[in-house]
């Protein structure tokens, strides 16, 4: 099995380079010059909560690592910065951001990338710790992390050594919160969150003299729809990306619990706990799911529109992708992406209900003790999901240890890493850029969709490089029905879809958290900003474009 496939989406040919490991002083600070900062400031996560105070201030360290052979020293800050409302100029809301920035770098050649995770209502600290900063914790996935003590290494996969990082965390988590008068709800949809994101990148490169510098976004989860909407607002504010890394994305809302786009993960989940009734058991992941994908387009569909009327060798062929019996398939009306009464996914509950375990949403390979308690999961928070109670005490306790103890930024007030809040009171209506507005569901309620936005930004700036990454047992946002979503955005130009690129992990829905999946893509992160920074060309084209898009009035 190979750590990355690519497929169906604008292929290009992926490699795997394993970084060396770091030395035994990378990450130490150097000594003198650190900042450390408390702060007293109180800030609340609750729809109606504000704060007062209008200052910039942060912790700020120093540090070392290594990567690839390649000694880097970098400063760390953390801390806030004050939004304004584009109109008025006044303040609005302090966002807590995490910067990574490697010292002595030029403006115009550093790259700088902006991470946030998703929910809606989640902090960036997931991606902050897992991912690509330079340090990272440990983990046992896909198996369970025991408690503490815990611990975090550096990380020989970090991209610090492509780009300078900067970690946002929306208003609401975090320590990011509305100033008064304005509260935290009015932050709290689609638009008013990209706008706000919008702002405090647009501070960041103000306040950091970076506005020349290459731009990049990494979204994960509800932060890719982020991302569609806030890449077309940073265009028509004079803001063009070089690139745009979607990771597990959720872009047409409507798609949610689709069994087309969903069966090749439950293959894939099959697969790796050897529940297929395919013999011999294929041996390539991505050889498989391509395999299974062109049967869910075709005899699969076909089938799901016929029901009740069936195809005894379609059902036959389903049972063997599965690994779940005909009459139950039956039962379940060949619907694989159900769900029963108490929200429970019936095929996750299912696979292995013979052993009393059930598979984890966010990651098909965890397993956990099938209590009946995990409901089902939206992709705004891990509630009692195998896969988030898998790793949630190491990120808590290893976070707390990292923000007060190596980069020396303490405060009061109580962390928000999930505001379930901000997801009860998120206003999900939008309408793109192409005019669309997917309208309403049987239930009221309105249907998110953002790949118009993806598409329509992509068109404008046709040196903007798009990177799809996505697990193979991501049940959350299921690869397939990214690559559906992708193929089917409002982008005639098929040069401009050249910019575009999907890879597929055997990992799921945090695809770093799985080490070779994180170096893999790593890797190919690493060519993508190789590729956008050498091409002078494109580099000319884009600050152009940037200079000449005349800012609209808010």
């Known amino acids: 099995m190979t750590n990355t496939e690519s497929a169906s989406v604008s292929p290009q040919s992926s490699h795997n380079t394993h970084a060396s490991s770091a030395t035994a002083a990378a990450g130490a600070s150097h000594k003198g010059g650190d900042q450390p900062f408390f702060d007293p400031v109180a800030y609340g996560n609750g729809p109606d909560d504000s704060v007062t105070d209008t200052t910039e201030t942060a912790a700020i360290t120093h540090h070392s690592t290594t990567i690839g052979g390649q000694k880097i020293n970098y400063t760390a800050t953390a801390g806030h910065l004050v939004i304004v409302d584009p109109s008025s100029s006044q303040p609005e809301a302090k966002m807590f951001y995490v910067a990574f920035t490697q010292d002595n770098q030029k403006e115009e050649t550093r790259p700088v990338t902006f991470f946030y995770n998703g929910g809606p209502g989640s902090s960036s600290v997931f991606v902050l710790l897992g991912s690509f900063a ?308 049987a239930k009221g309620n309105i249907i998110l969709y953002t790949a118009g936005d993806l598409a329509a930004v992509m068109a404008l700036n046709p040196d903007l490089k798009v990177l799809s990454a996505n697990g193979f047992f991501d049940y959350v946002t299921p690869f397939y029905q990214t690559v559906l979503d992708l193929q089917q955005m409002p982008l005639v130009s098929q040069q401009v879809r050249q910019n575009l690129s999907a890879r597929f992990y055997p990992s799921g829905h945090m695809v770093y958290l799985d080490g070779g999946s994180r170096t893999a893509l790593k890797a190919d992160l690493a060519k993508m900003y190789d590729t956008t920074v050498s091409n002078t060309q494109a580099l000319f084209r884009i600050r152009a474009l940037q200079a000449r898009v005349v800012q609209k009035p808010k």
Not at 179 to 186: D, E, L, S
Not at 286 to 309: I, M, N, S
Not at 376 to 403: E, F, H, Q, R
Request: proline share 6%; with cysteine; net charge negative.
């Open 134 to 441: 330079p340090r990272r914790i440990k983990t046992s996935m896909p198996g369970f992390t025991p408690p503490a003590p815990y611990s975090m290494e550096d990380n020989p996969d970090s991209l610090l050594d492509k780009s300078d990082l900067v970690f946002i965390n929306p208003v609401g988590t975090g320590y990011s919160a509305a100033i008064a008068p304005k509260t935290n709800r009015a932050f709290w949809g689609v638009d008013q969150d990209a706008d706000s994101i919008k702002q405090f990148i647009k501070r960041f490169l103000t306040k950091n003299n970076r506005w020349n510098s290459p731009k990049y976004l990494f979204g994960e989860s509800y932060g890719t729809a982020r991302s569609c909407v806030l890449a077309y607002r940073l265009h028509e504010d004079g803001v063009d990306l070089n690139g745009i890394t979607l990771q597990s994305s959720i872009l047409d809302y409507t798609q949610s619990g689709n069994p087309v786009g969903a069966l090749p993960t439950t293959a894939a989940d099959a697969w790796y706990h050897k529940k297929l009734g395919i013999a011999p058991r294929p041996t390539d992941l991505g050889t498989f799911a391509e395999e299974v994908a062109q049967f869910a387009r075709t005899d699969y569909l076909a089938a799901l529109r016929k029901f009740p009327t069936t195809d005894s060798a379609t059902v036959e062929k389903l049972s063997e992708y599965t690994g779940i019996d005909k009459t139950t398939l039956l039962a379940w009306s060949l619907d694989i992406a159900s769900y029963d009464s108490r929200g429970n996914s019936l095929f996750l509950t299912t696979l292995l209900k013979s052993q009393g375990l059930a598979l984890g949403e966010y990651d098909g390979r965890v397993t956990a003790i099938n209590t009946g308690i995990a409901g089902k999961i939206d992709p705004n928070s891990g509630g009692n999901d195998p896969t988030m109670t898998a790793v949630t005490g190491v990120y808590t306790t290893m976070w707390n240890v990292y923000l007060n103890e190596q980069l020396k930024y303490t405060s009061n007030s109580a962390f928000t890493d999930l505001n379930d809040q901000a997801f009860q009171y998120w206003d999900f209506s939008h309408i793109d850029p192409t005019g669309a507005q997917k309208g309403l569901d």
